[in-house]
């Protein structure tokens, strides 16, 4: 299983990115996805997660209002999209599948694809 994100970019703050995350080889439909990321010097965070069944999201306090999770499956593919960007939100965005209960449990996160930059001036 193969997971790459990209979308990533340099942006004003109060700007907007898509990011993508696309599947590749043997996948599962039961598995969720989710959006992680690190700022240089930080803990790994979450950020965003979607179930296998794509009917509940799930999103950290700092991004809710703001980002939004969703998916394709017949592309393989998930989401992040971010809006009214904050110079904070400036982390490499990492995507995983989930298999699990807790889609805020960075243990149950597996198939950690290569991340993509979001920097966001001030």
């Known amino acids: 299983v193969q997971l790459q994100a990209s979308g990533g970019g340099l942006v004003q703050a109060g700007g907007s990115l898509r990011l993508s995350c696309v599947a590749s080889g043997r996948t599962f439909s039961w598995w969720g996805m989710g959006w992680f990321r690190q700022a240089p010097g930080k803990e790994r965070e979450f950020v965003a997660a979607i179930s296998w069944s794509g009917a509940r999201q799930y999103y950290t306090d700092s991004v809710k209002g703001r980002f939004t999770i969703s998916e394709d499956n017949a592309k393989n593919t998930v989401y992040l999209q971010m809006n009214s960007l904050k110079p904070e939100d400036t982390a490499v965005y990492s995507c995983?599948?989930?298999?699990?209960?807790?889609?805020?449990?960075?243990?149950?996160?597996?198939?950690w694809g290569q991340g993509t930059q979001v920097t966001v001036s001030s």
């Open positions: 995983a599948a989930h298999v699990g209960s807790n889609y805020y449990a960075l243990d149950e996160y597996h198939y």
